[in-house]
């Protein structure tokens, strides 16, 4: 199991200006947290903690504000739609809970949530994480190969920035996220379904009718939120 180590980290209440604390010993989702129908599952993990431990102790962590769901075999932007079953996409046949990373535009690496049962390949895409601990790593993550200081609210809004902020990479795919040690998730603080909008998702043109689904999820006025 993760560790439960003391957080106590002060942040903005995702779309408003209050702040709040998330609890001192985060709680890890469990098997039964993940083993959810794909659209349930990218409303449920809004206001989740998101959580990335370094090699070396460092603790990276935010909170997610934005996903989008991917309904496997039907779905023609998932990546197994119709069944496809490659050894890139094989995470995604896994058990609810488990990694599934995969790397495109030979640049960019995305992080999604299986969920679901075995064989029963469906995910959400995490598009966006308001940071909350180890800020000053994350921008570092993410200042390599740039000259302008990246700003706090680009650091992780959208999935490959997020993916650079906390070092999340294809040596995560397939970790499980119920036991992994080096991520994994937290209840965090769930977002009421008033405070959640919903639209098609980003850069599904070719999906056909799919491309149109209101599958995606986010945090409304929330400034992490990707452009």
């Not at 603790?59 to 039907?74: D, H, K, N, Q, W």
Request: aromatic share 6%; glycine share 12%; net charge positive.
């Amino acid at each position: 199991m993760p560790p439960g180590r003391a957080t106590a980290a002060a942040m903005e209440r995702p779309g408003s200006r209050r702040t709040a604390t998330l609890p001192a010993r985060g709680v890890p989702l469990t098997r039964r947290d993940y083993r959810r129908d794909p659209r349930e599952m990218a409303r449920f993990l809004l206001g989740r903690a998101l959580i990335r431990s370094l090699a070396d102790g460092t603790r990276l962590s935010g909170i997610i504000v934005e996903t989008e769901a991917y309904l496997g075999v039907p779905d023609r932007a998932a990546h197994t739609f119709g069944g496809r079953r490659t050894a890139r996409n094989e995470a995604m046949y896994a058990d609810g809970g488990t990694a599934y990373v995969y790397f495109t535009y030979g640049m960019h690496h995305c992080f999604n949530v299986v969920c679901g049962r075995v064989d029963e390949p469906v995910a959400v895409l995490i598009r966006a994480v308001q940071p909350i601990e180890g800020i000053e790593q994350m921008a570092r993550h993410r200042s390599v190969g740039r000259r302008a200081v990246v700003g706090e609210s680009d650091l992780c809004s959208g999935p490959a920035r997020l993916c650079q902020a906390l070092a999340i990479d294809r040596t995560l795919n397939g970790a499980d996220l119920t036991r992994c040690d080096r991520l994994w998730i937290e209840e965090g603080m769930p977002i009421s379904g008033r405070r959640v909008a919903s639209g098609p998702r980003v850069g599904v043109g070719y999906a056909g009718v799919w491309a149109a689904r209101r599958l995606r999820f986010w945090v409304k006025g929330n400034p992490h939120v990707s452009r």
